[in-house]
T-cell receptor, first 109, second 118 residues
């Protein structure tokens, strides 16, 4: 079983709609969770991080964490073509991050 | 542009060459990381330096040799690489090493060095 799991996609989202990305993790003791956006050929860019159960909003992005279900999600509201990228979920392990394989999001005009 | 600067952006080298990748940050971060990323795969951790000391080596072959001359600089020395080592090499930094002393500080990545081995 992979430690951090994401659907690889592609997730096709109409422009203006909400994109919903999911991530599950296996280590129940995990404390911090990160979402990175990566455009093709570029480096990962930090979008959100969340430590507490519940929702955290930043602009068009909302991260949701449910530690009991070992589940973290990212919502992108009013999706734009510029949101087309791969989104990496990362979970803090001891001294390092565990990355999921990433979900490719394609926003269609 | 990121606050973690990597040079060079691109590097092509033969299997017998010796080259170095460089990474610099001026955010006062005390943890620095090297990752390797192949196409359509997530970053794979190679090394972690915490307070200028090697903290994690993820069983990386000895043809990759990291060095941390000071708290702002991180090098990766390359020697006798193989074609399968062609990848994007990413440097990252964080305020302190994740998991140490309950640190949750996020990692910030540089733009990477795209390495091609002929």
């Amino acid at each position: 079983q992979k430690e951090v799991e994401q659907n690889s996609g592609p997730l096709s989202v109409p422009e203006g709609a909400i994109a919903s990305l999911n991530c599950t993790y296996s280590d129940r003791g995990s404390q911090s969770f990160f979402w990175y956006r990566q455009y093709s050929g570029k480096s990962p860019e930090l979008i959100m991080f969340i430590y507490s159960n519940g929702d955290k909003e930043d602009g068009r992005f909302t991260a949701q964490l449910n530690k009991a279900s070992q589940y973290v999600s990212l919502l992108i509201r009013d999706s734009q073509p510029s949101d087309s990228a791969t989104y990496l979920c990362a979970v803090r392990g001891w001294g390092k991050l565990q990355f999921g394989a990433g979900t490719q999001v394609v926003v269609t005009p | 542009d990121t606050e973690v600067t990597q040079t060079p952006k691109h590097l092509v080298m033969g299997m017998t060459n010796k080259k170095s990748l460089k990474c610099e940050q001026h955010m006062g971060h005390r943890a620095m990381y090297w990752y390797k990323q192949k196409a359509k795969k997530p970053p794979e951790l190679m090394f972690v330096y915490s307070y200028e000391k090697l903290s994690i080596n993820e069983s990386v072959p000895s043809r990759f040799s990291p060095e941390c001359p000071n708290s702002s600089l991180l090098n990766l020395h390359l020697h006798a690489l193989q074609p399968e080592d062609s990848a994007l090499y990413l440097c990252a930094s964080s305020q302190s090493q994740l998991g140490i002393a309950n640190s949750n500080q996020p990692q910030h990545f540089g733009d990477g060095t795209r390495l091609s081995i002929l």
